[in-house]
T-cell receptor, first 114, second 112 residues
């Protein structure tokens, strides 16, 4: 089955710096890669997603890149702000398959220091 | 205006007890899920229902039994609670069997 690895497990940056979180997946059939943000004590919320027919997607300060050949995808946050501090999860699944089974990475705790 | 709601928010109980967590979504979604988030924040799918039909059943002890009375509700019943069941349980829903999943606020279960 699918396995998703995520690095780093913790990341501390200064406000205004960029943050990059990387994930690798094992199942080459996976074609949907969402990223969720979970603030302390809150629910996970989707912040951006990408499908395998696209190499990069951007939404303001957030971007995601996908390398299908290498089976890895990354989240890039530019001009980080204290409110970006949270745990970020990557996930992979087979979009349009019989089941939307999201396999999550182990999470990255991002701390943005003011 | 809550999209996905769960009750209770907190649940503290003794080992061996039976408890239930309820989930409701008002988004008109067809698919609902239960996830377990352990103390290390790892999120793992437990069950998925589509139109009241079980479609994902991960390797979960049979002490856990989901029930979907209708498309908008997915409840989780846990028998003979064990210490290792302590976790935050999240319900989620999505429009189809794929796509963005919307999570509920979570239920923090503590087994003493």
């Amino acid at each position: 089955g699918e396995n998703v690895e995520q690095h780093p497990s913790t990341l501390s940056v200064q406000e205004g710096d960029s943050a990059v979180i990387k994930c690798t997946y094992s199942d080459s059939a996976s074609n949907y890669f969402p990223w969720y943000k979970q603030e302390l004590g809150k629910r996970p919320q989707l912040i951006i997603d990408i499908r395998s027919n696209v190499g990069e997607k951007k939404d303001q300060r957030i971007a995601v890149t996908l390398n299908k050949t290498a089976k890895h995808f990354s989240l890039h946050i530019t001009e980080t702000q204290p409110e970006d501090s949270a745990v970020y999860f990557c996930a992979a699944s087979l979009y349009g398959g019989a089941t939307n089974k999201l396999i999550f990475g182990t999470g990255t705790l991002l701390a943005v220091q003011p | 205006d809550t999209a996905v709601s769960q009750t209770p928010k907190y649940l503290v109980t003794q080992m061996g007890n039976d408890k239930s967590i309820k989930c409701e979504q008002n988004l008109g979604h067809d698919t609902m899920y239960w996830y377990k988030q352990d103390s290390k924040k790892f999120l793992k799918i437990m069950f998925s229902y589509n139109n009241k039909e079980l479609i994902i059943n991960e390797t979960v002890p049979n002490r856990f039994s989901p029930k979907s009375p209708d498309k908008a509700h997915l409840n989780l019943h846990i028998n003979s609670l064990e210490l290792g069941d302590s976790a935050v349980y999240f319900c989620a829903s999505s429009l189809l069997e794929w796509g963005e999943q919307f999570f509920g606020p979570g239920t923090r279960l503590t087994v003493l």
